[in-house]
């Protein structure tokens, strides 16, 4: 089976969201092969999920004064702060038929296992820790992850830290120590990067992205074919990144609940 391999390198972190979602619906469709996107943002920003709330996981007057983008994806799970020194991936396949699970644990399973076996090939430990939804080195988290399903497709979301800014990820989330081991109590304590891992071995991380992709395809049992996107993508992407831009979207379960407290007000 073959798959489309798109890396779209460093690219604004609003037309990420709207790119992935642009790219699940013509999958859906059988518009366009399965795919795996690789990318890496311009800028640090928050991908929220799509149920969380703005104000009780981030410092927002931190993200205006700093330029952090705050995204609400269309993927459920926790939120995630993200610079340039990661890579960050879509799969994205058929939900009727296709070669990841129906099941919600099982198809974590199938497509993390493509960060576990790159890890390996880099001569590192990995494992996948369902309980977060997530793949761990030496004990610690190294890649963060979502899933979601509509119009067809299923997508598998996360990221693989080649390198991270702790500090940051600090003033940016008000508990970053979330969807890590209780026990934790700085984020630094509970992750680990690839450069923490290979440094000393001079590894050149710039080789990581073709370990991962072979990963993938070692994981989920396919070729890919490395691809562009279609005049049709890019059209709907460009569409949809005016709806991640906006405050009505970032906000909009702050605004329920705001209106639902309000609500609760009047009739009390």
């Known amino acids: 089976?073959?798959?489309?391999?798109?890396?779209?390198?460093?690219?604004?972190?609003?037309?990420?969201?709207?790119?992935?979602?642009?790219?699940?619906?013509?999958?859906?469709?059988?518009r366009v092969d399965e795919t795996i996107l690789f990318w890496r943002v311009r800028t640090p920003v928050v991908y929220l999920g799509y149920h969380q709330y703005v104000e009780d996981e981030i410092h927002e007057d931190y993200c205006v004064a700093n330029d952090i983008q705050v995204i609400r994806r269309v993927l459920g799970g926790g939120c995630g702060f993200c610079d340039e020194n990661q890579i960050l991936f879509s799969v994205?396949?058929?939900?009727?038929?296709?070669?990841?699970?129906?099941?919600?644990?099982?198809?974590?399973?199938?497509?993390l296992g493509g960060v576990v076996s790159a890890l390996e090939a880099l001569g590192c430990d990995g494992a996948i820790e369902p309980a977060r939804n997530a793949v761990y080195s030496g004990g610690r988290k190294i890649s963060g992850n979502a899933q979601g399903r509509f119009d067809g497709a299923v997508l598998v979301n996360g990221s693989l830290l080649l390198d991270f800014d702790f500090d940051e990820m600090d003033r940016v989330l008000k508990d970053p120590t979330n969807n890590l081991a209780a026990d934790v109590?700085?984020?630094?304590?509970?992750?680990?990067?690839?450069?923490?891992?290979?440094?000393?071995?001079?590894?050149?991380?710039?080789?990581?992205?073709?370990?991962?992709?072979?990963?993938?395809?070692?994981?989920?049992?396919?070729?890919?074919?490395r691809g562009a996107l279609t005049d049709s993508e890019d059209q709907l992407a460009s569409r949809l990144v005016e709806r991640y831009r906006s405050r009505d979207w970032v906000y909009r379960m702050d605004d329920k609940r705001r209106k639902g407290l309000g609500r609760e007000r009047q009739v009390d």
């Not at 994205?92 to 497509?111: F, H, K, L, M, T």
Request: with cysteine.
């Open 185 to 225: 109590r700085y984020a630094r304590d509970g992750m680990i990067t690839l450069s923490d891992l290979l440094g000393q071995r001079g590894y050149d991380i710039c080789g990581v992205p073709e370990v991962l992709k072979k990963g993938f395809e070692d994981a989920l049992g396919v070729t890919t074919v």
């Open 92 to 111: 994205i396949g058929r939900e009727a038929g296709g070669v990841i699970p129906p099941d919600i644990q099982n198809a974590y399973s199938r497509v």
């Open 1 to 30: 089976m073959t798959w489309r391999f798109i890396d779209a390198g460093r690219i604004d972190g609003y037309y990420s969201a709207a790119l992935f979602e642009s790219i699940a619906k013509h999958v859906g469709a059988g």
